[in-house]
């Protein structure tokens, strides 16, 4: 098949609640308290990943981590005094927003010519920092071939690192070298501004990336203060397009200067301030959306139906799509589960460009594998917790019985 993208999507684990863990992240603070529905959640994901499967494109999937983490639990001495938040981290399914496992450089940008992924530490936040080392694990499974693919440790946790998030990769086509963009924030206002530039630099290095071909840009503080917490939620990039709301970067027009110097074929569609603001940008998600180019060619722009709901969105959407620009289609998806914790279509994928002959086929969706996760996910996964449930020896039981249950049926007993 050769070299093409793949979509690993992060399978909604059981676990999936509402604790407001993530400053910042005006979804997750908004929410918490809330009930949360992890079947549905995880249904929703998996309609997700069939519907771009439909789309003729190939698709894959990461597996829940195992929660509760009771190693997490024991090192801070969790007990009936330890705040609430603590016991919660050890149970978030944050992994499912695979857009923050790691960052990934396709074969033809790197210096040995393999895919380098280094998995994120996304060490801002405590619920997030405890994934890296099993997502390592998974990562190192599903790219197992060394010939092919590199897989790091996670760069020191000073140095923050939150992944694919913010970092957006164009080329000519996705086999052809590309240039990849790195975007750290500085400053966030009264928010952590979670990706440091110097651990965006050392990935950078890592992979083995020629220097004349990676770019590095200041997120706009103003972007992180009003709820951007990652680039991806101000800005999306696929192919030769670069699509971004106006007031995404600290130096807007500098950033498309140098992007431009590396990558002269860039266009750049821009939402103006004027158009959609970055709170509605914010609160409908538009630009944490799958921008994909579809078998024929042409792009889709795969969004949350929140996007449908708000009219000044939906209106710039239809008057894009009435235009004669790059992005052909605008579809939204439902994955509101996943939305009401901050977490829109992007971020519950991780883009690889790899020949999927060289992935591990126990992690590449098919038909009949979708029905089996399917029915795993129906039997088992709880239908509803309520975050005072966080902590029930019972709900842990059911918790952990699922994950091996998923395990079991895509024969993937090494993550056990
Ligand atoms: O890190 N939410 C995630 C959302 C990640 C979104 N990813 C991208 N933008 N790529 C986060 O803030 C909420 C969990 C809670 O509050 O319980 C959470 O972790």
Same mark, same amino acid.
């Given at each position: 098949?050769?070299?093409?993208?793949?979509?690993?999507?992060?399978?909604?684990?059981?676990?999936?609640?509402?604790?407001?863990?993530?400053? #910042?992240?005006?979804?997750?603070?908004?929410?918490?308290?809330?009930?949360?529905?992890?079947?549905?959640?995880?249904?929703?994901?998996?309609?997700?990943?069939?519907?771009?499967?439909?789309?003729?494109? %190939?698709?894959?999937?990461?597996?829940?981590?195992?929660?509760?983490?009771?190693?997490?639990? %024991?090192? &801070?001495?969790?007990?009936?005094?330890?705040?609430?938040?603590?016991?919660?981290?050890?149970?978030?399914?944050?992994?499912?927003?695979? !857009?923050?496992?790691?960052?990934?450089?396709?074969?033809?940008?790197?210096?040995?010519?393999?895919?380098?992924?280094?998995?994120?530490?996304?060490?801002?936040?405590?619920?997030?920092?405890?994934?890296?080392?099993?997502?390592?694990?998974?990562?190192?499974?599903?790219?197992?071939?060394?010939?092919?693919?590199?897989?790091?440790?996670? +760069?020191? #946790?000073? @140095?923050?690192?939150? #992944?694919?998030?913010?970092?957006?990769?164009?080329?000519?086509?996705?086999?052809?070298?590309?240039?990849?963009?790195?975007?750290?924030?500085?400053?966030?206002?009264?928010?952590? %501004?979670?990706?440091?530039?110097?651990?965006?630099?050392?990935? %950078?290095?890592?992979? #083995?990336?020629?220097?004349?071909?990676?770019?590095?840009?200041?997120?706009?503080?103003?972007?992180?203060?009003?709820?951007?917490?990652?680039?991806?939620?101000?800005?999306?990039?696929?192919?030769?397009?670069?699509?971004?709301?106006?007031?995404?970067?600290?130096?807007?027009?500098?950033?498309?200067?140098? +992007?431009?110097?590396?990558?002269? !074929?860039?266009?750049?569609?821009?939402?103006?301030?004027?158009?959609?603001?970055?709170?509605?940008?914010?609160?409908?998600?538009?630009?944490?959306?799958?921008?994909?180019?579809? =078998?024929?060619?042409?792009? /889709?722009? +795969?969004?949350?139906?929140?996007?449908?709901?708000?009219?000044?969105?939906?209106?710039?959407?239809? &008057?894009? &799509? /009435?235009?004669?620009?790059?992005?052909?289609?605008?579809?939204?998806?439902?994955?509101?589960?996943?939305? /009401?914790?901050?977490?829109? =279509?992007?971020?519950?994928?991780?883009?690889?460009?790899?020949?999927? /002959?060289?992935?591990?086929?126990?992690?590449?969706?098919?038909?009949?594998?979708?029905?089996?996760?399917?029915?795993?996910?129906?039997?088992?996964?709880?239908?509803?917790?309520?975050?005072?449930?966080?902590?029930?020896?019972?709900?842990?039981?059911?918790?952990?019985?699922?994950? @091996?249950?998923?395990?079991?049926?895509?024969?993937?007993?090494?993550?056990?």
């Amino acid at each position: 098949m050769g070299l093409t993208e793949i979509n690993f999507d992060g399978i909604v684990g059981p676990s999936h609640n509402y604790a407001g863990l993530s400053l #910042g992240n005006l979804a997750s603070a908004s929410h918490k308290g809330d009930p949360s529905y992890p079947r549905a959640a995880a249904l929703q994901g998996l309609a997700k990943m069939r519907h771009n499967m439909g789309l003729g494109l %190939a698709q894959g999937y990461f597996l829940p981590l195992p929660r509760p983490n009771g190693d997490l639990l %024991a090192r &801070l001495a969790v007990d009936d005094t330890a705040e609430r938040a603590l016991l919660a981290a050890a149970w978030s399914a944050s992994s499912m927003w695979t !857009a923050n496992a790691a960052t990934v450089s396709p074969a033809p940008d790197t210096a040995d010519g393999r895919c380098h992924l280094t998995p994120a530490n996304l060490s801002t936040m405590l619920h997030r920092a405890q994934e890296w080392p099993d997502t390592k694990r998974q990562l190192e499974l599903a790219f197992a071939d060394t010939r092919h693919f590199a897989v790091h440790d996670a +760069i020191p #946790g000073s @140095l923050g690192d939150e #992944g694919a998030a913010n970092h957006m990769r164009l080329c000519e086509s996705h086999d052809a070298p590309g240039v990849e963009v790195f975007v750290y924030g500085r400053q966030g206002g009264e928010f952590p %501004a979670r990706q440091h530039e110097q651990a965006s630099r050392a990935v %950078a290095r890592l992979h #083995g990336l020629d220097p004349a071909r990676a770019v590095f840009i200041e997120q706009n503080p103003a972007a992180i203060a009003a709820g951007a917490f990652h680039n991806d939620v101000v800005s999306v990039a696929n192919g030769t397009v670069l699509f971004t709301h106006e007031f995404a970067f600290a130096d807007q027009h500098g950033a498309y200067e140098s +992007i431009r110097k590396a990558f002269p !074929a860039l266009e750049v569609v821009e939402v103006p301030a004027s158009a959609v603001s970055l709170e509605d940008a914010i609160r409908s998600y538009l630009f944490n959306a799958q921008l994909l180019t579809l =078998p024929d060619g042409s792009m /889709a722009l +795969i969004v949350p139906e929140e996007c449908r709901d708000n009219p000044r969105v939906w209106g710039w959407c239809e &008057l894009m &799509l /009435a235009g004669n620009g790059p992005i052909r289609q605008v579809i939204p998806v439902d994955v509101r589960q996943s939305m /009401a914790n901050g977490g829109g =279509p992007a971020c519950l994928r991780l883009r690889v460009v790899a020949d999927p /002959a060289t992935v591990d086929p126990r992690f590449l969706l098919s038909e009949s594998r979708a029905d089996a996760i399917e029915q795993c996910i129906a039997a088992h996964w709880p239908e509803q917790i309520d975050p005072a449930d966080l902590g029930s020896p019972a709900l842990a039981a059911t918790v952990r019985d699922a994950r @091996l249950s998923l395990l079991e049926t895509l024969g993937l007993h090494e993550l056990g």
